[in-house]
């Protein structure tokens, strides 16, 4: 199986997954990382976004970035304040469910428009 697949996978299996990433000057990190979208951003690179439970923050992680991604076998709750906020021209392969839930405090919103002076 490979990282795209992987991620896949423990997004809907509600699965905390082990990143080893590169970051830097060519050092590696290794986080878990609860996935809840994964696709492609307005630059087309694609990325992983979810939470970091270590750290208690939302966070976005370009594949190209990962070496490795290996499963905890933990299962995560979504975190009840989560927005992702994104560009109408990103295109999400895959999201927890419960994103787009409206019972859920937790969504995901496209900003369509901008405003200028």
Same mark, same amino acid.
Request: aromatic content about 14%; overall charge negative; hydrophobic content about 40%.
């Given at each position: 199986?490979?990282?795209?697949?992987?991620?896949?996978?423990?997004?809907?299996?509600?699965?905390?997954?082990?990143?080893?990433?590169?970051?830097?000057?060519?050092?590696?990190?290794? @986080?878990?990382? !609860?996935?809840? *979208?994964?696709? /492609?951003? $307005?630059?087309?690179?694609?990325?992983?976004?979810?939470?970091?439970?270590?750290?208690?923050?939302?966070?976005? @992680?370009?594949? !190209?970035?990962? *070496?490795?991604? /290996?499963? $905890?076998?933990?299962?995560?709750?979504?975190?009840?304040?989560?927005?992702?906020?994104?560009?109408?021209?990103?295109?999400?392969?895959?999201?927890?469910?419960?994103?787009?839930?409206?019972?859920?405090?937790?969504?995901?919103?496209?900003?369509?428009?901008?405003?200028?002076?």
């Amino acid at each position: 199986m490979n990282i795209d697949e992987k991620i896949i996978k423990a997004i809907e299996d509600h699965e905390t997954l082990l990143i080893k990433m590169k970051y830097g000057l060519g050092n590696e990190l290794e @986080i878990e990382f !609860d996935p809840y *979208i994964y696709g /492609s951003d $307005t630059m087309q690179y694609d990325f992983v976004w979810g939470f970091l439970p270590w750290s208690n923050l939302m966070y976005k @992680i370009m594949i !190209d970035f990962i *070496i490795s991604v /290996s499963s $905890t076998k933990k299962k995560f709750k979504i975190q009840s304040d989560a927005i992702y906020l994104y560009a109408i021209e990103e295109e999400h392969r895959q999201s927890v469910k419960e994103m787009y839930e409206p019972e859920v405090r937790v969504y995901a919103q496209a900003l369509t428009e901008r405003k200028t002076e």
